[in-house]
Structures are given as structure tokens and as C-alpha cells.
């Protein structure tokens, strides 16, 4: 899918949170990399529709992204958003959480929302905890809910905020393994992490945004091997300062 | 394990389980039996004895008093429920002037004892206004008072719903109106239904001070019966145990919602 990013702002009073990001390129894996603060979940959800830009424009295949309040809902359907912890419903189970908006927003039948939620489930692993409220699940497997609802209406790209960063060690893997499998399967995605390994042998491109600006952009080999701001090279090697 | 140790744990809740049946009942036993203990012996101190034979005779009155006092409640529930309500909701308004009006409400009620408010309401605005029928002066100002609690309840439960929750309907691509029905909605009856049913028992309890404008209800009733028969102690402990007749199920029910929504529990 072609991305295009035309001078995007954000300002939340006084301060430029985002300032003046452009990016035009086809992405189907981009991860976006960063210090914290530096603005990767306002711009998630910029391109999510769940913020208004304070200015800029957005284009996705060559579509303006129009931001006016009674567009959006309409655009945010086609997209699945994925956030670091707690987007499950708390009072829907696992099979309801993916069945709904199916339902409420695309139309499909009762059964057949349900019969897809299922399909889902059991494709990631979840195939027996369906009943179950998102309380009474792993965080891991909270997630991996979280993703097949993001996927169940056959987005046109998924975006993913730290899916993984609320998580023990123990289960970032698995998500981790989920999101890979998106990618062979050919669903296209924007996941901003922390987990550079990922990033870097999982995605295509890499978006490094430090302190509201687009420093860096590549592919992902290229930008980890040669770093060329000294922000990336110092952001790179502070994790690497405690590798095993 | 040594025998004093294993007598004391008797009294013990084990920890992060719950109390097995018979523990729970033996212990259950044990404070009523205190409670009436406490009780005799008071009575004993002061050389009372019991006749509850003006039962037989007031029976009728006795029953319509309690009759009253459960219409009462249930059409001040009702009143109270649809006014807190809209109280909670214009708390929220954008029109200012609504918004303040309905925080002035709360503040007000809340600020001020239920029997000021019944004295004021009935003598000055009932009387202005034409409103002699004593059931439903009682029923406005009872209605009026909870409505103020009411409202505090469910803005309560708003402010307490998970922001995440809202902008995951959003990324769904949930209208808000979708958003009302679908989250918000059913996560507020559940946080709110266990509370607004404990509310309820506090409309019954306090549907007693309407005695002082003489709304026979059960408590003025009791008032009645006992300025006659001079058995203040047996109509005030007679008086008790009906008001925990209709609160103790009530409160039952209030808890049995708090289990059946607490979808945050763990099985
Ligand atoms: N609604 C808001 N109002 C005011 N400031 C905000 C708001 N949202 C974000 N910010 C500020 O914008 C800056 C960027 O925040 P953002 O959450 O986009 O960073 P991030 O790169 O996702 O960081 P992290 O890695 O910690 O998640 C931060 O300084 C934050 O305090
Ligand atoms: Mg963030």
C-alpha cells in the first residue's frame, strides 16, 4: 500500500509534539523506532484516524484521509489498531470482542461473525479460550485477541502500538511470532516497538522519529547497518549496551 | 500442629480462598449470638420484659404502614432514577447554565440533612405551590433527595470507564452512538446496578423520616401505636426487624450483581 505523509503537524498547546513528517513509499512491514516521547503513538494515531493532525495531509494509495469527525468512523474501519494493553472490551469475551465489530460496523450476521471470530481464534492459538473474558486471560493471549479482532474484517493495514511492551519476556514471543505471520500471509502493517530484533529482521522499513522529526527512513538492513544521524547511532547503541 | 492452634483457626478466613460453608455458618451463628447477648443483657440491666401483644390488635394498621413505606419506595426509586439520570447527564451538558444548575442540585441536596429538606420542601414549596397530598409531597421530596446520590453514582461510574476502552470502539470504526450502546452502556450498567440497588435500600430506610410531615408510612405508624400502647422498646425493635425484612434481600441482590459484573474477576 502506498503511504504518503505530507508535512505532518501536532501541536497539543504549545508544544510541537510532531513537526513537519513526510514519507512517500510503499509499505507493507514499516516499524517505527524511536526514544520515548519522540512521537511514534501520536503519529500511529494520526494515520489511525484517532487523532486530527493540527496540519499536514495524509494520503493513503493516493487517497486524501479526510479528517472531518463524521468521515472517520468509515475510515477507521478499514484498519485494524492494536494498542499496547487493555483494547479487548473488558465486557465482551474473546469471541464477542472479534465478533462485534464485525457485526455493529461491517454488517455480517450474528453467525457468521461468530463462526469468523472462531476461525481467527483457533489461527492464533486460541482456539478453546473463547469464552473467556479478556480478565481472565494472559496478557499474551490478550493480544493475540487483540490482533485477530484488528485483522477480522480484512483491514487494509494494521497498526500495532508497543503490542508488546506491557508484556513478561515470556510472552512477547508469541505475539511477536503472530505479527511475523501477518506479514507472510501478506496483511500489511505499522507496528512502533521497542523490540529492534524484530524490527529489524521481521520489517522492511524502518521509520526512526526522535524528538517529533523524521530523522531517519530506509530499509530495514540498510538503516541498521549504517546508521548515518548520530541520534540513530546512539539510540542503536544504548541498546546494545546491555545485550547479553 | 498443636489443638489451641487448630481451635483458633476455626475463626480464621483462610487466605485467597473463600470461606467454606460450615466455617462461615458456625462464625455467622456466633455473632448473632453476641449481638443478642449484648442485647439481653442491656435489656436486663434495665429490667424490661417483653410483650408483643399489641401485634395482634394493630396488625392491619401495622401492614398498611409497611405497605406504604414499600410504595413509597418503589415510586421514589423510579422518580429518582429517570431524575438522577438526567442530572448526571446535564452535569455533562455543554449549555453552562444547565450544567451549573445540575451541579448545584447535587451540592445542595447532598450538602444538607434529608430532614431539612422535608420541612423546607413541604411547608414552604409545597404550600406556594398547592401540593397537599401528603404520599406525593413524600414521594417528590424523597424522589428529589435520592435523585442528588443517584446522579453522583452513575457520573461516578462514567469517570471511572477505561479511556482505552472508548478509543478501541473508535479504531473499530464504532460511531459514537454505537459506542454508547455497545461500551458504554453495558460497562455502566455494570458498574453501576450493584450500587444503584444498595441505593435502593437507603430509599426505604430513608422514606422513614417522612413520619415528621405524617405520612403514615411503617415508622409513623409505629409512632402512632406506641404513643397509645407506651411499648416504645417492642414497636422500635419490631419496627427494625421489617425495615431489615425488605433491606437485607435488597442488599443480597446488590451483592449478587456485584458477582455476576465483575467480568474483571478470575475464574
Ligand atoms: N494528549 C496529549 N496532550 C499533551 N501532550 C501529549 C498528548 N499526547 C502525547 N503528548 C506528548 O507528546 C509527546 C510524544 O508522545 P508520544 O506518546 O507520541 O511518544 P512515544 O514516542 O509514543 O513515546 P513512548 O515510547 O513512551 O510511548 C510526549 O512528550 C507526550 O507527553
Ligand atoms: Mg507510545
Redesign the pocket.
Known amino acids: 500500500m502506498h503511504v504518503r505523509l505530507e508535512g505532518i503537524d501536532?501541536n497539543?498547546?504549545e508544544?510541537a509534539?510532531?513537526k513537519q513528517v513526510s514519507l512517500s513509499d510503499r509499505i507493507d512491514k514499516l516499524a517505527i523506532i524511536?526514544?520515548?516521547?519522540?512521537?511514534?503513538?501520536?503519529?500511529?494515531?494520526i494515520i489511525g484516524g484517532l487523532?486530527v493532525p493540527s496540519g499536514g495531509r495524509l494520503f493513503l494509495d493516493e487517497q486524501e484521509v479526510d479528517y472531518a469527525e463524521n468521515k472517520l468512523p468509515a475510515y477507521r474501519a478499514q484498519l485494524g489498531y492494536v494498542f499496547?494493553q487493555g483494547g479487548l472490551f473488558h465486557h465482551l469475551s474473546a469471541r464477542k470482542n472479534i465478533a462485534l465489530p464485525l457485526q455493529v460496523v461491517h454488517g455480517t450476521s450474528e453467525e457468521e461473525a461468530l463462526e469468523r471470530a472462531q476461525e481467527l481464534l483457533n489461527r492464533f492459538g486460541l482456539g478453546s479460550e473463547g469464552d473467556k473474558m479478556p480478565a481472565q486471560l494472559s496478557g499474551g493471549q490478550q493480544q493475540r485477541a487483540a490482533i485477530a479482532r484488528a485483522i477480522a474484517a480484512s483491514p487494509k493495514l494494521v497498526l500495532l502500538?508497543?503490542p508488546t511492551?506491557a508484556l513478561d519476556p515470556e510472552y512477547t514471543n508469541e505475539v511477536l511470532d503472530v505479527i511475523n505471520d501477518l506479514g507472510e500471509t501478506g496483511i500489511r502493517f505499522i507496528i512502533?516497538t521497542?523490540e529492534m530484533g524484530f524490527a529489524r529482521h521481521a520489517c522492511d522499513k524502518i521509520a526512526f522519529?526522535y524528538d517529533?522529526m523524521l530523522l531517519e527512513y530506509g530499509s530495514s538492513s540498510e538503516l541498521f547497518e549504517n546508521p548515518t544521524s548520530p541520534e540513530l547511532q546512539r539510540f542503536l547503541g544504548k541498546l546494545l549496551e546491555w545485550r547479553i | 500442629m498443636n489443638p489451641l492452634k487448630n481451635i483458633f483457626n476455626l475463626f480464621l478466613a483462610p487466605k485467597n480462598k473463600s470461606v467454606p460453608l460450615f466455617k462461615g455458618a458456625l462464625n455467622y451463628l456466633l455473632v448473632c449470638v453476641l449481638i443478642i447477648v449484648v442485647f439481653w443483657a442491656s435489656l436486663s440491666v434495665l429490667n424490661i420484659t417483653f410483650s408483643f401483644g399489641f401485634v395482634d390488635l394493630y396488625g392491619k394498621r401495622i401492614l398498611d404502614g409497611f405497605i406504604l413505606t414499600v410504595q413509597l419506595s418503589l415510586v421514589s426509586l423510579v422518580i429518582s432514577l429517570l431524575l438522577g439520570t438526567l442530572v448526571a447527564v446535564g452535569q455533562r451538558s455543554r449549555i453552562l447554565p444547565i450544567r451549573y444548575l445540575c451541579d448545584a442540585y447535587v451540592k445542595i441536596i447532598r450538602g444538607t440533612p434529608l430532614i431539612v429538606q422535608i420541612y423546607l420542601f413541604f411547608y414552604i414549596i409545597g404550600t406556594a405551590w398547592g401540593i397537599k397530598n401528603r404520599f406525593i409531597a413524600g414521594v417528590l421530596i424523597l424522589s428529589i433527595f435520592e435523585a442528588a446520590y443517584i446522579a453522583e453514582i452513575i457520573r461516578g461510574s462514567f469517570l471511572s470507564l477505561d479511556k482505552t476502552q472508548l478509543e478501541a470502539a473508535n479504531s473499530l470504526g464504532f460511531t459514537r452512538r454505537q459506542t454508547l450502546r455497545y461500551v458504554i452502556f453495558p460497562q455502566m450498567i455494570a458498574r453501576t446496578l450493584p450500587a444503584l440497588t444498595g441505593q435502593f435500600a437507603n430509599v426505604i430506610k430513608d422514606s422513614s423520616l417522612l413520619s415528621i410531615i405524617a405520612v403514615i408510612e411503617m415508622t409513623q405508624t409505629m409512632r402512632e401505636i406506641s404513643a397509645t400502647t407506651f411499648q416504645l422498646f417492642e414497636s422500635y425493635i419490631l419496627l427494625g426487624a421489617l425495615y431489615l425484612c425488605l433491606t437485607l434481600p435488597i442488599t443480597f441482590v446488590s451483592h449478587l450483581f456485584e458477582k455476576r459484573f465483575n467480568y474483571a474477576r478470575k475464574t
Open positions: 501536532m497539543f498547546g508544544v509534539v510532531l524511536g526514544p520515548s516521547g519522540g512521537g511514534k503513538t501520536t503519529l500511529l494515531r487523532l499496547q502500538d508497543e511492551s512502533v521497542h522519529l517529533g
